[in-house]
């Protein structure tokens, strides 16, 4: 019996490869990427004009999305014993700083318990926010609130 499933499976494949020639070649799709490869080890290219502290920041989108950044990521080090994005956001320093104050669920655990330190979930700030920059974006932003969709549809 297991030797049919894989005579089976074997016929399937080469009648859809026969059917649907293109499956697996690299024509016929376009990505973000414009047709260039993915090289291993590629690194993306440098956003060249971010905004700096100075600038306005961006009105949130929705209720919860993170605040973006209004300087370059790269500037401070988080890693796993540092995280600099702490030496101005924390709640001991945010005021002296002027800068945006850590959200206290970033110190909350899994079962929604408080902790005296930032959660491992919320130790990567980067993984969350992103800096706000003057580049074009690469698609279309097309959202929309719920409370404009819902005035539209009444």
Known sequence: MNQSLT???ALFLGVLFFLFPAIGQSGGLDSLRSGVALEAGDIPP???RYLDESSPLHTRSYVQQPPLMPHAPGEHQVDLRTNE???CHSW???QEENATKVSRTHFQDREGQDRS???SRYYNCNQCHVPQTEEAP??????EPLETVIRRNR
């Open 7 to 9: 005579t089976r499976a």
């Open 46 to 48: 440098t956003l060249s």
């Open 85 to 87: 994005c702490l030496d």
């Open 92 to 94: 001991t320093r945010y």
């Open 117 to 119: 330190n930032i959660s």
């Open 138 to 143: 690469l698609v279309d932003n097309v959202f």
